[in-house]
């Protein structure tokens, strides 16, 4: 799971405009699925990174953080406002391909308009022009190929028994997704593609809050 040469440059870059400006801008800039507008818009930055060191025995595992006041955080216990628009977006250093623990986690579920914004190099494809740049962006998308699926963001039973939202994650890209929440409850966020370690790649990082599984809190 190296990653690729141009990835982290893209991810500081990103971040270091997310830390400037808020990442809310880049989101309602660059086509998302539903642009945020008005108040009460709630922005959940998360990022993937892979080689955290777990343990002796399982060796490194990848982690999803929570990007809050400019630094990475515990995933592990996710606070978010009820009766919310939840815009999310995905930094995923990851450029590691796995398989689903059901077909159904390759499709984007419980996002506005069941779509998912995607930026990976291939889609943004920038080019040299007028002596700066032209750049192409990204891509919605409403499901991810088998091909390419990284990690997902599936907090389950979200909107009842067997509804859950679920962001799918391409390796080596940015995703872009709202969500709205509904009245509290105490639900689990988990990554639907067996990541870990194990013959199955279910331990480790896979059974671990903080790292693919945690807790999610609506107040
Ligand atoms: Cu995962």
Known sequence: ??????????????LVIGAGIGVGYVLENVGSPQAASGNGIYHLDL???T?????????????FFVLSGGKLVSSANIT???DTTIAVTIFNYD????????PQFLNVT????????????TLVNSTYSGNSISVSGGETVSSVNVSVISHTFTILNLYGTGSNLNIPVPESSVVQATFTTGAPGQFIWMCQVPCGSGIDGVSGAMATAGWMTGSITIS
């Open 110 to 121: 419980g996002t506005t308009g069941g779509t998912e914004f995607v930026m990976n190099n």
């Open 95 to 102: 450029n590691g391909n796995g398989t689903p623990s059901a």
């Open 51 to 63: 080689d955290n060191y777990f343990n002796a025995s399982v060796g490194q595992q990848p982690a």
């Open 1 to 14: 799971m190296n990653m690729n040469n141009w990835f982290p440059a893209v991810i500081a870059t990103l």
């Open 47 to 49: 990022v993937v990174t």
């Open 80 to 82: 978010l406002p009820s």
